[in-house]
């Protein structure tokens, strides 16, 4: 296989999409790719963090999770991009991030990349498909090259989220952490035929 370079860059608040995050990370190693497993800065004010004890342990628990950088968006071949759903919306966090990535775009170095988005919601219809959909915008702007799980897989029919892994809150599922790993699998052996017909074109 071509080797390919993913990164999986995600906010988490709590510790869910850390946990999908992790997951993703250990679905495209073993699909064979290189992988940055990135978080994006906290930009929440401590008074809100300290609010819900979760979240504090989380950002003392990730503390050593390396924050993203758009070098990570310029190095990959491909892109999961992971958030926990905000009004169905994506997280501030990462939007903020997202939003740093106009010189890049401008020059042509965010098109062509697969990209993939994962998510997590507090309850089961708590904006899941719309978070993802949103993120979905941003790709479109890149030129991305969309690769979403579908129901190309026997876990999807048990997880039901064709648009991409949503988890709910707490630990994810044994099914859930199959679903990314697939998921991841699929984003890197896309871009793996991607990189090899380019390079034999």
């Not at 708590?126 to 090259?145: D, K, P």
């Not at 679903?179 to 793996?192: E, G, L, N, P, S």
């Amino acid at each position: 296989m071509e080797s390919v370079n993913v990164a999986i860059i995600y906010y988490s608040a709590s510790g869910t999409v850390h946990a999908l995050a992790k997951a993703a990370a250990e679905g495209a190693e073993k699909a064979g790719a290189t992988v940055r497993l990135r978080k994006v800065r906290e930009t929440a004010p401590q008074e809100a963090i300290n609010s819900n004890p979760a979240w504090a342990q989380h950002v003392q628990d990730s503390a050593d999770v390396t924050e993203a950088t758009l070098d990570d968006l310029a190095w990959a071949d491909a892109l999961l991009l992971g958030t926990p759903t905000r009004f169905g919306n994506v997280s501030a966090q990462l939007k903020g991030f997202i939003d740093t990535a106009g010189p890049l775009w401008q020059q042509g170095k965010l098109a062509n990349k697969v990209c993939s988005a994962f998510t997590s919601t507090g309850t089961t219809h708590g904006g899941r498909e719309s978070t993802i959909l949103a993120m979905s915008n941003t790709f479109y702007h890149w030129g991305g090259i969309i690769v979403p799980p579908g129901y190309t897989d026997p876990i999807q029919f048990q997880t039901g989220t064709p648009y991409g892994t949503a988890a709910g809150s707490g630990a994810p599922s044994d099914e859930i952490l199959q679903a990314i790993r697939y998921q991841a699998r699929r984003v890197v052996d896309t871009a793996a035929a991607l990189k090899a017909g380019r390079a034999a074109a």
